[in-house]
């Protein structure tokens, strides 16, 4: 399975962005999709996931309101839309995959697969 993402780069404070993954796998493998990130010196966080139906989500609570998670279970993709972004969203995004349903068990270690990062510099 590999997972292929994208849509990094450097935005303003309030701006947007948008990243995706697309997943060359077996649906089945890809049930429950989710996005990660790293800030430096701390540790890999839960942002968003999402289970196969498209309408089971979970957010952490420092982007609930301003980041949306979907997914297109025919391309076997998934895009986190990130709004009004700020400094503090400043990460390495990562995203990972697992056949399981993970709702909002934040344990890396609970995704079997992943991606490669894609950097997100939020600052003036």
């Known amino acids: 399975v590999q997972l292929q993402a994208s849509g990094g780069g450097l935005v303003q404070p309030e701006g947007s962005l948008r990243l995706s993954c697309t997943a060359s796998a077996h649906i089945f493998q890809v049930n429950n999709m989710g996005w990660y990130r790293q800030a430096p010196g701390k540790q890999r966080e839960l942002v968003a996931s999402?289970?196969?139906?498209?309408?089971?989500?979970y957010y952490a609570g420092s982007v609930k309101g301003r980041f949306t998670i979907s997914r297109d279970s025919a391309k076997n993709s998934v895009s986190l839309q990130m709004n009004s972004l700020k400094p503090e969203d400043t990460a390495v995004y990562f995203c990972?995959?697992?056949?399981?349903?993970?709702?909002?068990?934040?344990?890396?270690?609970?995704?079997?697969?992943w991606g490669q990062g894609t950097l997100v510099t939020v600052s003036s």
């Open positions: 990972a995959a697992d056949r399981y349903y993970r709702g909002g068990d934040s344990n890396p270690r609970s995704y079997e697969y």
């Open positions: 999402i289970w196969k139906d498209g309408k089971n989500t």
